[in-house]
């Protein structure tokens, strides 16, 4: 394997498929991150009001450049992404190497397939002021039901839980937020992580593997990728 900075490292494998964690603090944000992206990725740096938001977008985007590339043996600047309807990235001209990446504050994940897609979701663990109303919106009837019975003091574990493996499903089948609610999966501390329902599409169920992980402490993630009976060794 190459020389890897401290800052990021290979966290999990399900064969051919990996998930690399960095941290966006310690990246390099400067000029030589700057340097590999494209022109409309430093036009959407430029948008950012805040410099830390600024240098953690730049470093995300260079970090993702720099795994893809190392993968498909080319130089970072040279590749070309294109964006689905929601805006998830592929890489341009149909490769098959799929991937996603997910950012929380400090922290990144990027997920890689090859042929297969993939979803992955990030969170820090916070309390939230909107937490009910938030699950109202996006959770079922059967999910609320599920959180309001976990114990005050895992709550907060239980809807994170809930929500990145939400998010990395529909990430997965680039998705918008919208289709959360057609979307119910295991949330409960101890109940292991699945899709259970995704209405009117039932074969969805045997088409997917869900996982959850925390990659660091005080973050919740979790990571979809087509087909049934996928495993990920941690490293």
């Known amino acids: 394997m190459p020389w890897e900075p401290a800052w990021?490292?290979?966290?999990?494998?399900?064969?051919?498929?990996?998930?690399?964690?960095?941290?966006?603090?310690?990246?390099?944000?400067?000029?030589?991150?700057?340097?590999?992206?494209?022109?409309?990725?430093?036009?959407?740096?430029?948008?950012?009001?805040?410099?830390?938001?600024r240098r953690r977008f730049i470093a995300c985007r260079a970090w993702l450049r720099t795994?893809?590339?190392?993968?498909?043996?080319?130089?970072?600047?040279?590749?070309?992404?294109?964006?689905?309807?929601?805006?998830?990235?592929s890489l341009f001209g149909g490769e098959p190497l799929r991937f996603n990446v997910s950012h929380s504050d400090r922290h990144a994940l990027v997920a890689m397939a090859e042929g297969a897609e993939i979803g992955v979701d990030i969170e820090r663990l916070r309390p939230l002021s909107d937490m009910d109303a938030l699950a109202a919106r996006v959770?079922?009837?059967?999910?609320?039901?599920?959180?309001?019975?976990?114990?005050?003091?895992?709550?907060?574990d239980a809807f994170f839980a809930?929500?990145?493996?939400?998010?990395?499903?529909?990430?997965?089948?680039?998705?918008?937020?919208?289709?959360?609610?057609?979307?119910?999966v295991a949330l409960s501390p101890g109940e292991t992580p699945r899709l259970i329902r995704v209405a009117g599409q039932p074969e969805e169920l045997q088409r997917w593997s869900l996982e959850a992980f925390t990659p660091v402490p005080g973050c919740a993630a979790a990571v979809c990728l087509e087909g049934p009976g996928r495993h990920w060794n941690a490293l």
């Not at 290979?10 to 400067?30: E, F, K, P, V």
């Not at 430029?46 to 830390?52: K, L, S, T, Y």
């Not at 959770?139 to 907060?156: K, M, N, W, Y």
């Not at 809930?162 to 119910?184: Q, S």
């Open 67 to 89: 795994r893809l590339a190392e993968r498909l043996g080319r130089p970072p600047a040279s590749l070309r992404f294109e964006y689905g309807p929601v805006g998830k990235p």
């Open 139 to 156: 959770f079922s009837t059967a999910e609320q039901a599920a959180l309001g019975r976990v114990p005050a003091d895992r709550r907060i």
């Open 162 to 184: 809930g929500w990145t493996r939400k998010e990395a499903y529909i990430k997965a089948r680039g998705e918008g937020i919208g289709f959360l609610g057609a979307i119910e």
């Open 8 to 53: 990021s490292r290979l966290i999990a494998t399900s064969g051919d498929a990996s998930i690399w964690l960095a941290d966006l603090d310690a990246a390099d944000a400067g000029e030589s991150a700057l340097a590999i992206l494209s022109e409309d990725e430093r036009v959407r740096a430029d948008r950012f009001v805040f410099d830390i938001h």
